[in-house]
């Protein structure tokens, strides 16, 4: 009754089956591993103290960023250059923009450095100037951001001195020096003379230390954002969603596998009683 197997059409829907349930079998438990991966990011992050918290290192030193050094205080030295503007960010569900300062370090790199946020539109609301001579900023380190950030505007077409997204790959663009792959946002928002250092040429610069409390022209602090990745956020419970889905296909073959074999024998076996016509006999 089950010769039927045998046949080159039922080779095809068994090799099939033998080849879809490891493959979804796989894929399953490899979205499984992802979501575990994440779970286990989030238990160890939670154990840790938040990186804003920790002591302040240079810039260099925590470099490239990660999901341990992301959020951690980096400290940098150099002169303030070109001036951005970033529409469309929002802060406490109020929109307005960043203001964004290319910090010229010793190296000749600049470090992208959001000063802080304004409500309104960009290019009407009046932007405070950033601090003269040489300055050391201390402020929250993040990666460069993409298209998946929240806020980020990848179509294009703004208006000059306006940035989309605040990423190397955007900012070297528009400036003629290299562009550190990373950012930082200061907690602080004004400047305050502090002590005085050597410049290049030998002689004596003012430095100053863009750490400030509540000043800054009205500039506000923007929060450092958790690294992409990390946490038990969408995208984990998007994982064990796919987990779900791909165990359900799995058994979905199973099943569809063995009602055609059901279908196939009680046809057979209809056939063998006479109760249907042979259809591959020819009819005089």
């Known amino acids: 009754m089950y010769r039927f197997l045998l046949t080159p059409r ?8 033998v080849l879809a349930i490891p493959f979804c079998v796989f894929m399953g438990t490899w979205q499984l591993g992802r979501f575990e991966d994440r779970v286990q990011t989030h238990e160890a992050a939670e154990k840790q103290p938040a990186p804003g918290t920790m002591a302040a290192e240079p810039l260099d030193e925590l470099l490239p960023v990660d999901t341990v050094t992301s959020g951690r205080p980096a400290t940098a030295s150099g002169r303030y250059a ?20 290319m910090l010229r370090t010793d190296s000749g790199k600049a ?6 946020w304004l409500p309104g539109k960009a290019g009407h609301t009046p932007v405070p100037a950033a601090p003269t001579g040489r300055v050391t900023v201390t402020g929250d380190l993040q990666a460069s951001e993409n298209t998946g950030t ?15 997204m605040i990423s190397a790959a955007s900012l070297v663009n528009l400036v003629p020096y290299d562009v550190y792959d990373a950012w930082v946002t200061l907690q602080e928002t004004d400047a305050r003379t502090g002590a005085s250092g050597t410049g290049v040429s030998g002689t004596t610069d003012t430095v100053l230390t863009d750490t400030p409390g509540k000043g800054g022209g009205g500039l506000r602090p923007v929060p450092a954002a958790a690294p992409q990745g990390s946490g038990l956020d ?24 063995f009602r055609l074999l059901r279908r196939e024998a009680e046809a057979a076996r209809d056939l063998k009683l006479g109760l249907i016509a042979d259809e591959d006999t020819p009819t005089s």
């Open 150 to 164: 929240d806020g980020v505007d990848a179509k294009g077409g703004l208006p000059d001195g306006q940035v989309g």
């Open 82 to 101: 070109d001036q951005f503007l970033v529409p469309g960010r929002k802060l406490e569900d109020r929109s307005g923009f960043y203001v964004l300062d």
């Open 10 to 17: 039922w080779w095809g829907i068994n090799l099939f089956v």
């Open 234 to 257: 969408l995208k984990a419970f998007q994982n064990l969603g796919y987990t779900g889905e791909w165990f359900v296909f799995a058994a979905f073959v199973v099943f569809m596998w």
């Open 111 to 116: 470090l992208p450095v959001v000063r802080g």
